[in-house]
């Protein structure tokens, strides 16, 4: 140490002693040299004192620790190890800051605040999970984890030990372990091992707790509780032993006590009808539960405790009947104390009346015989070496011979109820390694101590050895793991007292022994002890007792009565008692004694007594160990059991004796202290090198002090020594080990002073250059002020006068105005008061008369629906006990066609029927073709007479004209004609006229249009106008807070729904993912040979989606109804007869739309014959024979296709059933296959076939038609030749009628053409208005979410839109190219097939040229190419390689290069084409494959990317269905082309929520598996790293870097920057991004991740004393600033992520912010609004200063704080919930690409998949 520097000097701050507290705190007001006798020091109430100081008297007094170690987590941390000091430390740490745990090394102390905390919730569990001992604040579940966390990586069994005095809280200590155990450690499988652990505290506290003086539930036993778990540390049992139940406790209970709760709960609970029989009444009533004169314990309902207890019995699986069995044995014992032994007249003997009725009840619930107990109550059998006789006994001796058969029965009870509750929580699985928690009595001393006092004193000297040997073995490991010399600390060995008590000649040696005498007392035994103990060192006899002993334990001095000690070691019962009780007639109550009964002849066995002559001396002598005996036994087991084991020690300390919350008793908690081994583990760690520094922890608080050259140096250890050496003169005042640099007591505080002193210089010279430096700013700035002033103010003095002369004006003209607004305002409130009152008094009666017709017309209303109601249920249950007899009736009659069907079908002669249909099929085509042939040549000889019989008649005709031309001409019939072309003149000339009004009647509508069209556009002006102002008044009211208060408030509540329905969600996706895995454990289990053939109709039940689909065929056809009940069963189809009412009517609805379209079908139909009935021109010639070929070719396609479908259901039908009941046959497979096989090559001949004959007759048709034609043109050359005989006139007349005939068609078609055009202009006017207002809309939009963005992402998105454009186009050009090529092979192929049909057809014409000479050419028919609609065509067969290929083999890696959400447009196109073709089955069974194995991928794959893929995905494809679903909401943001690929047959609303629910089962996945990457790195980079560097100082961590769940390995535990943290959020995001996910839901994923990330922030600092600092605080606003610079510069900052940053930006505030006037506790109350008032004082409390000119918060400012945060309504809350999930939701975003230009990449392998 430093020569300059000696400890006492002025202003040092020492301990004194003091008999009220101990230790009391005072100052050295003058320097103290050597020698001086005495110390003078100044008190903290400002009295002056001299110490006298003394060599061998009085030493000088304990230095105190500095300001700054003050209120450490570890007692280790401080620099002056000490009783004051670690007293002191914890008084300020439970009364000021309410922190009921402290380290002290190894060791948790832990004091009973007697207040509930909110500390030990499920929140505080997962907080403490997986981090390290020192990381977080003491608590019990650190301790807990500690043991977990070696348990797994050491593989070793670990051992919680919980001592304490009764009443400091070690059983809730204990309770609170195994919580942590069940919660971390749970089961593996559903046996709820973990509930069964906790579920045995209740029952044990029941039969094993009591009310004591010092506590009101404290344990009268001792219990070590073994937690099993698994290879993978999964709890799978327990087992439990007990210690030294405080059986006298059963019949006698000291003032203020009660006996065990169980008895009190009983008596509470009398008045139920389960515990009539037991007799009990209050514990008033009863001398075993009245001896303490009070029954009651505050706050606490002994009723419900029982239920809790009776809960806590079934759930260990205790029967009933055991149960009742339990509670009459314990209300016997209330009867047995209550049974009245009266005296006989000689003292001697004692009797029991027969008639007492607790005699009574006590036989009655035991079922043993009265008048045996009644005889053995009050007489004993003496056995002699030759007879046995009866003693009567008297009544002091019955009473106590009652009093022992009562705790004999409570004991043997309770050794039976752990037992089984033992047997509860065994387990069959091998055990890998447990925990044991210790739940074991303190050290006790009374004023009376008796034989339960010197067993649990003995008891934990034990403990305090083996703790003792522990805690120097650690240190020990610590020195060597550090390579630092190893000198031998001298600790107190308590090994003498041990043996006092233990070794041979011993306390218990000599009380054993006496009890073997006949006539043995404690006197006896007490004089013994005397005479050999005498010379032990901690050994006393007291000076006025001759019946008691003193024994020096480690703890205290204690003086034990020896009365009493003989019988409760001997714990004597009367064997006859015991006889009787064997002999019950209640099978529990005699196995109770008889598992006794059997051990005394096992033990009997050893000592050699021979068995004749036992059987008498079994009344007289006890066959068993003495208690004392079996008590070191188990003690011997136990320390066994803990030496195996890792121990980790629990200290409670009861704080005050009358148990006030937070009340802390000096003298008390000493003494605790120093009996429970906390000072003994502070003073081995003072004797040796207490404080421990790592090397980067000394650099960063002491760099201060250091050279600005050795700052730079990169290895910290030759640094580190220098300093230490320069500043530390004593070499052996530190050492330098491995890893860390060790001192002594006091050195640390010396680095303090000279910090502190260096930082105080520092402070004074930067004070002195400011101040200077402020001064001569201050005088500058007063001279310039000066100057400036004066010469404003004589201009002002100028302006002044002027300024007046226009006030006087101006004022005049002001008060005009005034008076004028006063009066006018005046009037306009008389006027406005007078309309308002008129408005609500005309509006209350018209409100009154319109309630008055409502409530008339709701009643109607409910009356109506009640009555129909009514009637309808009425309907129903008829109509479904019809359908079910229907269903059952029409199953068997169904099951009896298909057994004969079955029997038929393993015919063999079915098959060759089958076979020898197929080539009768095959002989009857050929034979068809034939017939064809046949008739065709038949027609062409009918064709070649037909033209010679025309010929014929031609001829004849041409002679009839020549003659009518040779006859003269009629002159009348010329005059006719003449008139007749009068009247077409007149009738031109009006159709003249008329088409010259038509004309102008267009004329002035075209101008109407005209005029219209400007109107339109000013109206559509005015509406942008209106639009504006409507938009500028809604962005006005919407900043009003009312509107914004409401739209908060209806966010909540759809946010609230969707929460819940997303938990609920959740909930189904957790029990899913259990149902598929039990439905995978029993398919391994139990695995069943065939299969089970299901429609095709109806999805599998057992499908993943778990929404069962049937079609709307299946309601309305009634076998598929029978077989769809056969498959259900009755019971489920009569549930499920809602839904089949739902699609009978979809059904009807369906038939009726069908026949809307069959009618406009047929007007269709009959409106083309009648536009056919009228001429053709010659060019609709091709069209007729391309009419006539399609008509031909689908009739005759639809004929063979039904016969052949029906063929082929009928045969796989049959075949198939065959192989379902045969599936060993494998010949029937082959034959089944060669059918298949021989039928698909019929079919492909057929086809062939069809086509030839389609051909054939296109060529007949066109054959007949040509001969029509030509007849045609025959006769008109025949008219024509007559009319150019008539006269000329005639010719002319009828050529001017045909003209004005065409001109009038031409006319009209003119007009309607005219007039449609002008209506499809208008309405195309209409429409494009429509659209200009849309796209101004989008464009505004656009315009306004573009002034938002920066500049740079102004110039990204510009850049993104020409990315998408570009991409669009290359698709388009992509898809032109494919198109083509797909053309050109199509052609070739065509080619190649016409040039073989021309080959055939050139064959056959050379065969049949002289039978048909007319046919000169072939016909051969074309097909026209389609244009692309979008959709994709497959087979059924081909569906699982669909979804193979595009769902479970794809990765995002290969689909990267394409558009994004590739996989869900060609689903989207796959659902379009079966929609297209109207097949329900195929769409369902495609929806259900996909969501199914969607599933699966996300099952196997847990990652990030592929998450995020699917999520895009399934999000898409649900838009996508939105979209194309045809619905006017989601089709009004879609363009034509797109509306036309809309679906047309299915709904698919049911499926769409399918979706929905997927993606959010997705999402959540996603969310999860994020924040499990993200998790490990937050602590460490929110609040660890030094983001800004050489801003945080440490500080000393004590035992915080000394844990053993640390990494030892390694240079500590993995630490993460802030960089690290922002580089994988951004990963994330570029995932989302590159995935295609909408901005929306990336915004909620990063919103929840952030959301995550202020959780665990937050409850590390709020369980963090260490980072509870103002530069932590700095550092903690730092890093959230660049969180929020992250959401900014990827457009993130409007998803909300930033507002969950709010409580830990607050609460860096309220860590950095002043904390000493009240002024300062209303602006923290006023900043923290997002923290609760639990949050923000537990802040308070942790904040600690890291250097001398800090100052630490005081209790007044945190009561003040505390004060004005109680009249806030809120949750108590301490933690965040870590587990929150946001509702998602995923708004609508349509997607602008057109299905007709997606281009599918053949590096998927989708070849075979055909595009429509």
């Known amino acids: 140490m430093a020569t300059d520097y000696y400890p006492y000097i002025k202003y040092t701050r020492v301990w004194i002693p003091d008999p009220d507290d101990v230790w009391k705190a005072a100052e050295i007001t003058k320097d103290y040299k050597e020698g001086d006798p005495v110390l003078h020091l100044k008190l903290e109430d400002e009295a002056t004192l001299e110490y006298p100081v003394g060599p061998k008297a009085n030493p000088l007094p304990f230095l105190r620790n500095p300001d700054i170690l003050v209120g450490e987590n570890d007692l280790t941390a401080l620099s002056y190890l000490h009783e004051p000091a670690v007293l002191h430390n914890l008084r300020v740490r439970f009364l000021e800051s309410n922190h009921i745990y402290t380290y002290c090394g190894i060791v948790l102390v832990a004091i009973n605040p007697y207040e509930q905390l909110q500390i030990y919730g499920e929140e505080v569990i997962n907080a403490y999970s997986g981090q390290n001992m020192g990381d977080m604040d003491p608590h019990i579940f650190a301790v807990a984890e500690e043991a977990y966390k070696q348990m797994a990586r050491d593989e070793r069994n670990q051992s919680i030990i919980v001592s304490g005095e009764s009443g400091a809280g070690k059983t809730v200590s204990a309770k609170y372990a195994m919580r942590f155990f069940a919660t971390v450690g749970g089961s593996a499988n559903d046996t709820n091992v973990e509930e069964k652990v906790l579920a045995s505290n209740p029952i044990m506290e029941a039969i094993g707790n009591a009310k004591t003086t010092r506590n009101d539930?404290?344990?009268?036993?001792?219990?070590?509780?073994?937690?099993?778990?698994?290879?993978?540390?999964?709890?799978?049992?327990?087992?439990?032993?007990?210690?030294?139940?405080?059986?006298?406790?059963?019949?006698?209970?000291?003032?203020?006590?009660?006996?065990?709760?169980?008895?009190?709960?009983?008596?509470?609970?009398?008045?139920?009808?389960?515990?009539?029989?037991?007799?009990?009444?209050?514990?008033?009533?009863?001398?075993?539960?009245?001896?303490?004169?009070?029954?009651?314990?505050e706050s606490v309902n002994d009723a419900e405790e029982l239920k809790k207890t009776r809960e806590a019995f079934m759930l260990l699986g205790v029967k009933e009947t055991s149960q009742s069995s339990i509670f009459k044995i314990i209300a016997a014992i209330l009867h047995l104390g209550n049974i009245e032994i009266s005296p006989e007249r000689d003292q001697e003997s004692c009797s029991v009346s027969s008639d007492d009725l607790y005699l009574q009840n006590f036989c009655r619930l035991l079922g043993v015989e009265l008048q045996q107990m009644k005889h053995w109550l009050c007489h004993r059998k003496l056995a002699t070496a030759s007879e046995t006789y009866v003693k009567s006994m008297s009544l002091k001796q019955a009473l106590n011979a009652r009093n022992a058969l009562a705790k004999h029965i409570y004991a043997r009870l309770f050794d039976w109820i752990v037992e089984h509750v033992n047997k509860a929580l065994h387990t069959s699985f091998k055990q890998h390694s447990f925990i044991g928690v210790l739940d074991i009595y303190g050290f006790e001393t009374f004023e009376v101590n008796s034989f339960e006092q010197f067993c649990i004193n003995y008891a934990n000297e034990k403990l305090q050895q083996q703790f003792n040997s522990h805690v120097f073995k650690l240190e020990q490991e610590e020195y060597m793991k550090e390579l630092i010399p190893w000198t031998l600390i001298d600790f107190y060995d308590n090994q003498p007292c041990i043996d006092l008590i233990e070794a041979r000649l011993g306390v218990l040696d000599l009380l054993d022994e006496e009890c073997k005498v006949p006539k043995g007392t404690d006197k006896n035994w007490a004089e013994k002890l005397y005479k050999q103990n005498s010379s032990s060192a901690h050994f006393q006899k007291p000076r006025m007792s001759n019946t008691s002993f003193i024994i020096i334990h480690f703890a205290d001095k204690v003086e034990y009565q020896c009365e009493g000690f003989l019988e409760k070691n001997r714990d004597t019962v009367y064997e006859e008692q015991i006889n009787i009780l064997k002999a019950s007639q209640f099978q529990m109550v005699a196995d109770l004694f008889h598992e006794q009964g059997d051990a005394p002849v096992a033990k009997s066995s050893r000592v050699n007594v021979r068995a004749a002559k036992t059987v008498p001396k079994y009344p007289n002598k006890e066959h068993r160990k003495t208690v004392g005996h079996q008590f070191r036994s188990s003690l011997h087991l136990l320390m066994e059991t803990l030496n195996a084991t890792s121990p980790h020690y629990v200290r409670c300390i009861k704080p005050n004796d009358e148990k006030e919350c937070f009340s802390f008793d000096s003298r008390r908690a000493v003494q605790q202290l120093r009996a429970c081994g906390v000072l003994e583990?502070?003073?081995?760690?003072?004797?040796?090198?207490?404080?421990?520094?790592?090397?980067?922890?000394?650099?960063?608080?002491?760099?201060?002090?250091?050279?600005?050259?050795?700052?730079?140096?990169?290895?910290?250890?030759?640094?580190?020594?220098?300093?230490?050496?320069?500043?530390?003169?004593?070499?052996?005042?530190?050492?330098?080990?491995?890893?860390?640099?060790?001192?002594?007591?006091?050195?640390?505080?010396?680095?303090?002073?000279?910090?502190?002193?260096?930082?105080?210089?520092?402070?004074i010279k930067i004070q002195k250059t400011?101040?200077?430096?402020?001064?001569?700013?201050?005088?500058?700035?007063?001279?310039?002020?000066?100057?400036?002033?004066?010469?404003?103010?004589?201009?002002?003095?100028?302006?002044?006068?002027?300024?007046?002369?226009?006030?006087?004006?101006?004022?005049?003209?002001?008060?005009?105005?005034?008076?004028?607004?006063?009066?006018?305002?005046?009037?306009?409130?008389?006027?406005?008061?007078?309309?308002?009152?008129?408005?609500?008094?005309?509006?209350?009666?018209?409100?009154?008369?319109?309630?008055?017709?409502?409530?008339?017309?709701?009643?109607?209303?409910?009356?109506?629906?009640?009555?129909?109601?009514?009637?309808?249920?009425?309907?129903?249950?008829?109509?479904?006990?019809?359908?079910?007899?229907?269903?059952?009736?029409?199953?068997m009659h169904a099951k009896r066609q298909l057994k004969q069907l079955k029997i038929e079908a393993r015919s063999a002669q079915h098959l060759k029927n089958l076979n020898s249909g197929m080539e009768n099929k095959i002989v009857q085509l050929q034979r068809k073709m034939d017939d064809q042939s046949k008739e065709l040549r038949t027609q062409n000889n009918q064709l070649l007479s037909t033209n010679t019989t025309l010929g014929s008649e031609l001829t004849r005709l041409q002679k009839q004209l020549e003659q009518v031309h040779s006859q003269p001409g009629d002159t009348g019939r010329v005059v006719s004609l003449q008139e007749e072309v009068e009247r077409l003149r007149e009738e031109l000339q009006e159709a003249h006229n008329h088409r010259r009004k038509l004309e102008e009647e267009h004329g002035s509508e075209k101008l109407e249009l005209t005029q219209r069209v400007e109107d339109l556009q000013r109206e559509n002006s005015q509406l942008k106008a209106e639009k504006e102002e409507i938009n500028q008044q809604i962005l006005q009211d919407s900043r009003s807070s009312e509107e914004e208060t409401s739209r908060a408030s209806l966010q909540l509540e759809l946010d609230a729904e969707r929460e819940r329905y997303q938990n609920l969600l959740k909930e189904f996706g957790r029990l899913e993912q259990r149902f598929d895995n039990l439905k995978e454990e029993v398919s391994l289990n139990k695995f069943h040979p065939g299969h089970r053939r299901t429609t095709s109709n109806q999805s599998s039940l057992e499908s993943d989606s778990n929404y069962p689909s049937i079609s709307t065929s299946e309601v309305g056809d009634t076998e598929d109804s029978i077989q769809l009940v056969d498959e259900m069963g009755v019971e489920k189809a009569a549930m499920d007869i809602s839904l089949f009412m739902k699609l009978q009517k979809r059904v009807r609805e369906l038939e009726q739309e069908r026949k809307k379209l069959q009618v406009n079908l047929d007007k269709m139909e009959e409106l083309a014959k009648h536009k056919g009935s009228e001429p053709r021109s010659p060019s609709s010639d091709q069209e007729m024979a391309d009419l006539a070929y399609n008509n031909l070719k689908r009739q005759e396609l639809e004929s063979e296709n039904k016969k052949l479908k029906n063929d082929l259901n009928e045969l796989r039908k049959t075949i198939g059933d065959h192989a379902s009941q045969n599936n060993s046959s494998n010949q029937l497979q082959d034959s089944y296959n060669l059918l298949v096989s021989q039928l698909k090559a019929a079919n492909e001949e057929m086809d062939a076939r069809k086509e030839e004959v389609l051909i054939l007759r296109t060529q007949i048709l066109s054959n007949a038609e040509l001969h029509e034609r030509s007849k045609q043109m025959q006769e008109t050359e025949k008219e024509a030749e007559l009319n150019s005989k008539e006269p000329l006139d005639k010719e002319e007349a009828l050529q001017a009628y045909h003209r004005l005939s065409e001109s009038k068609r031409l006319l009209e078609a003119q007009l309607q053409t005219q007039s449609r055009q002008n209506q499809d202009e208008l309405e195309a006017l209409h429409t494009q208005i429509e659209l200009l207002k849309a796209d101004i809309e989008s464009k505004q939009e656009m315009l306004n979410y573009t002034q938002s963005l920066s500049p740079e992402a102004k110039v990204e998105y510009s850049v993104q839109l020409e990315i998408t454009r570009l991409t669009n186009k290359n698709l388009d050009l992509k898809e032109l190219v494919e198109k083509l090529e797909k053309n050109e092979r199509k052609l070739k192929k065509q080619l190649r097939i016409y040039m073989k049909k021309v080959q055939e057809l050139e064959a056959s014409a050379a065969q049949s040229s002289s039978s048909k000479p007319e046919l000169t050419h072939q016909v051969t028919v074309q097909r026209k190419e389609k244009d692309f609609e979008g959709m994709l065509e497959y087979s059924k067969e081909v569906e699982g390689r669909l979804i193979q290929t595009l769902v479970k083999d794809i990765r995002p890696s290969m689909v990267s290069a394409t558009v994004p959400c590739l996989p869900a447009y060609i689903l989207l196109m796959c659902i379009r084409h079966t929609d297209y073709v109207n097949d329900d089955q195929k769409l369902s069974s495609l929806l259900t494959s996909t969501i199914n194995a969607i599933k699966k991928v996300l099952k196997k794959n847990n990652d990030f990317e592929m998450m995020s893929f699917w999520l895009a995905n399934t999000s898409r494809l649900l838009h996508c269905l939105k979209q194309y679903s045809g619905e006017e909401s989601f089709m009004t943001r879609n363009t034509d082309k797109q509306n036309e690929h809309c679906l047309k047959n299915f709904d698919l609303t049911e499926y769409r929520q399918v979706l929905s629910d997927l993606s959010i089962q997705i999402y959540q996945q996603l969310v999860k598996v994020a924040e499990g990457i993200i998790q490990p790195m937050i602590v460490s980079a929110m609040l660890e790293s030094e983001s800004i560097p050489s801003l945080a100082g440490m500080k000393p961590m004590g035992y915080r870097n000394r844990s053993s769940s640390m990494d030892t390995d390694a240079d500590g535990p993995t630490s993460y920057t802030l960089q690290a943290l922002i580089r994988q959020l951004g990963q994330f995001h570029s995932i989302m991004q590159d995935h295609g996910l909408d901005p929306e839901i990336t915004g909620q994923v990063v919103r929840q991740l952030f959301s995550c990330i202020n959780a665990h922030t937050l409850n590390n600092l709020l369980l963090r004393k260490d980072v509870c600092s103002w530069s932590t605080g700095m550092q903690l606003r730092y890093n959230t600033s660049q969180m929020e610079e992250w959401l900014r510069a990827n457009n993130l900052y409007q998803s909300n992520a930033a507002e969950t940053l709010e409580p830990i930006i607050q609460a860096a505030q309220l860590l950095q912010?002043?904390?000493?006037?009240?002024?300062?506790?209303?602006?923290?109350?006023?900043?923290?609004?997002?923290?609760?008032?639990?949050?923000i004082v537990k802040i308070m409390n942790l904040y600690t200063p890291l250097n001398d000119f800090e100052e630490r918060v005081t209790v007044s400012f945190i009561r003040n704080i505390q004060t004005c945060l109680q009249d806030r309504t809120e949750r108590p809350q301490l933690l965040v919930d870590t587990k929150h999930v946001f509702p998602v939701h995923f708004p609508y975003s349509p997607s602008a690409l057109t299905l007709d230009t997606l281009h599918i990449p053949a590096s998927l392998g989708l070849d075979f998949l055909t595009r429509v």
């Open 217 to 297: 539930n404290s344990s009268r036993f001792g219990k070590y509780i073994q937690i099993g778990f698994s290879r993978h540390y999964h709890i799978i049992g327990a087992n439990m032993r007990t210690y030294l139940l405080e059986k006298s406790r059963v019949v006698f209970q000291a003032e203020d006590e009660r006996n065990y709760h169980i008895f009190y709960q009983l008596c509470a609970s009398a008045s139920l009808p389960e515990f009539q029989e037991l007799g009990l009444t209050s514990a008033e009533d009863f001398i075993y539960t009245s001896l303490g004169e009070n029954i009651f314990i």
């Open 770 to 891: 400011v101040r200077g430096w402020l001064q001569k700013l201050r005088y500058r700035r007063i001279r310039k002020s000066a100057i400036t002033l004066q010469r404003y103010g004589r201009g002002y003095l100028a302006r002044r006068h002027a300024e007046f002369l226009r006030l006087s004006r101006a004022a005049l003209i002001c008060q005009k105005q005034y008076r004028m607004v006063r009066e006018r305002r005046a009037y306009q409130r008389v006027r406005w008061a007078v309309v308002t009152i008129q408005a609500y008094t005309r509006g209350m009666y018209t409100r009154r008369i319109y309630w008055e017709f409502m409530l008339h017309h709701k009643a109607m209303i409910i009356q109506k629906n009640v009555r129909g109601w009514l009637q309808r249920r009425k309907f129903i249950r008829a109509r479904n006990a019809a359908i079910t007899i229907q269903c059952a009736f029409r199953r």
């Open 681 to 763: 583990t502070i003073r081995i760690s003072a004797a040796g090198y207490p404080s421990r520094w790592t090397y980067q922890d000394f650099f960063s608080r002491y760099r201060v002090l250091m050279k600005k050259s050795d700052m730079t140096a990169t290895d910290k250890k030759p640094v580190c020594r220098n300093l230490l050496e320069t500043l530390i003169k004593e070499p052996d005042m530190f050492q330098f080990g491995k890893t860390k640099i060790f001192f002594r007591a006091g050195q640390v505080a010396y680095l303090e002073k000279l910090r502190a002193d260096r930082f105080r210089s520092a402070c």
């Open 1713 to 1735: 912010v002043k904390k000493k006037t009240s002024q300062d506790a209303e602006a923290i109350c006023s900043l923290c609004t997002a923290l609760t008032m639990q949050q």
